[in-house]
């Protein structure tokens, strides 16, 4: 597309930087070319064959739409029947609670995942993504060699996007997705299927477990555990038998805090004459309180932890104004 290139992955993710993005286009629109542009537009967003087959909310595409058309009609007198024709298109299908969302990732690959339109459904917010779970998968993906050829267990998957960005971008031998919520996951079994990755068996007793055993296909073993912070035993725990532990958005109260510190203390006492496994933690500092309650009970666990290097790349749109970090753990 002649043009800013990132109007594709905007569109997938955020109307507001779409919307930011489009008005630097007006100058462009303003030539001889500009519907030639906006219908390239056109076909790399609404009619992408990503969003062809898995369509975002109607209610993003029309104001996705709607502003396009706006400026449009800002600079030219002529109407593009284009524009017009996918709107209507967008105006009659259906409204369904559930949409989806597709991440461009740097190697040509996608995630797509099917989220809830509600930030809250069903009494959880696990049913979409959140930004601590972009930076962490961005971070992923520019750190490859923390999860190649490792056991990854993922605390609090929620959609999934974090584990599916690092099962197809870094290559992890072995990656357990886990939450506790009936409906998430369910969500998540179908968004690991949508993407195309083979699921096992849920683990739900200390046989059932990923191992170290020699891997030879491409893919990781995949995996999805019921996990309750507050009930999951060290045994339990063990027979994960994770190189890595991660987690994204999980500090959004008191109580999450202290069940988070309490299990990553039972998977720290996993650990019998092996290496303890690395943790990375991913936050958007909502409230400042909440994250030193965090590092303040980390501390009294005997924790030790540090905070990881931001990384360069920017992959992913989401809101730049909150504070967004990773922390790493010494279990």
Known sequence: MSGPGRIPQAFMLW???VTALLKSLEEKLRDASGPELLLDILQKTVKHPLCVKHPPSGKYARGFLSELIRKHE???AEPLDELYEALAEVLTAEECPQCHRSYLLPSGDSVTLSESTAIISHGTTGLVT??????????????????????????GSGAGLTGLAICKTCHPRAYVFSDCHSHVLEQLRGNILL????????????????????????????MVARLDWDHVTVPQLAAFQPD????????????TVLSLVGVLQRLSACQKGQRAPDAYIAFTVRNPETCQLFTAELGRAGIPWETAPHHDQKLFPYEEQSETAILKLTL
């Open 15 to 17: 109307l507001p930087r």
């Open 74 to 76: 800002a600079v030219h």
């Open 130 to 155: 959140w930004n601590a779970a972009l930076y962490l998968a961005e971070w992923a993906i520019e750190n490859p060699a923390a999860f190649t050829h490792r056991t990854v267990l993922e605390l």
């Open 195 to 222: 993407n195309g990755l083979s699921l096992e068996p849920d683990v739900t007793t200390p046989a059932q477990h990923p191992g170290h055993n020699t891997h030879d296909s491409e893919s990781p073993r995949v």
């Open 244 to 255: 890595v532990v991660i987690a994204a958005d999980v500090l959004y109260s008191p109580e």
